[in-house]
T-cell receptor, first 114, second 112 residues
Framework: KNQVEQSPQSLIILEGKNCTLQ??????????LRWYKQDTGRGPVSLTI?????NTKSNGRYTATLDADTKQSSLHITASQLSDSASYIC?????????????FGRGTQLTVWP | EADIYQTPRYLVIGTGKKITLECSQT?????MYWYQQDPGMELHLIHY???????EKGDLSSESTVSRIRTEHFPLTLESARPSHTSQYLC???????????FGPGTRLTVL
């Protein structure tokens, strides 16, 4: 069964600290993996996308890693800001699907305190 | 910021009412999607469309219906709303040849 599991479910950190969010998936075949940021009451917004051959991708203070062999990904946030408070969702796409089928994790709810 | 819009943003209605959630995108995307999302849970695909006059049901069984008469417009209709329909509904679109989906801001529906 194609699944995407994220940990931790929730995380509280102080402003300025770093944190790492985890994503494990069983989706096969594999096309790409995205990390989305979803602010409360808003739709998800894409942060990074990685294909099978990529193992690191950065977007400002966000750095995503991918290990396609172990089917694991992480999102590292550096020097956190209050605006980083959001749900971070790991999304995996399966290869060969004309629909572009996406499998969503439940997200990690990050809260950044001042 | 993606050019995809949803209205209304919030809706509170009574049981049995018919409602239509609107979704429009100005990017010329052929593929459009409707997702249902409950708090702390993953997004579930309820409907999708490859293009005009093409609609399909997604993974999650839903009593809603959709239509795609124009490329830019993908409304979702509930003929008779029930409390079990209370949820957040997210619309998304993707360009031809890509599975990168751009999401609208969502409609938070509450059925009393």
């Amino acid at each position: 069964k194609n699944q995407v599991e994220q940990s931790p479910q929730s995380l509280i950190i102080l402003e300025g600290k770093n944190c790492t969010l985890q994503c494990n998936y069983t989706v096969s075949p594999f096309s790409n993996l995205r990390w989305y940021k979803q602010d409360t009451g808003r739709g998800p917004v894409s942060l990074t996308i990685m294909t099978f051959s990529e193992n690191t991708k950065s977007n400002g203070r966000y750095t995503a890693t991918l290990d396609a062999d172990t089917k694991q990904s992480s999102l590292h946030i550096t020097a956190s800001q209050l605006s980083d408070s959001a749900s971070y969702i790991c999304v995996v796409s399966d290869r060969g699907s004309t629909l572009g089928r996406l499998y969503f994790g439940r997200g990690t709810q990050l809260t950044v305190w001042p | 910021e993606a050019d995809i819009y949803q209205t209304p943003r919030y809706l509170v209605i009574g049981t049995g009412k018919k409602i239509t959630l609107e979704c429009s995108q100005t990017m010329g995307h052929d593929k459009m999607y409707w997702y249902q999302q409950d708090p702390g849970m993953e997004l579930h695909l309820i409907h999708y469309s490859y293009g005009v006059n093409s609609t399909e049901k997604g993974d999650l069984s839903s009593e809603s219906t959709v239509s795609r008469i124009r490329t830019e417009h993908f409304p979702l209709t509930l003929e008779s709303a029930r409390p079990s329909h209370t949820s957040q509904y997210l619309c998304a679109s993707a360009a031809p040849g890509t599975d990168t989906q751009y999401f609208g801001p969502g409609t938070r529906l509450t059925v009393l």
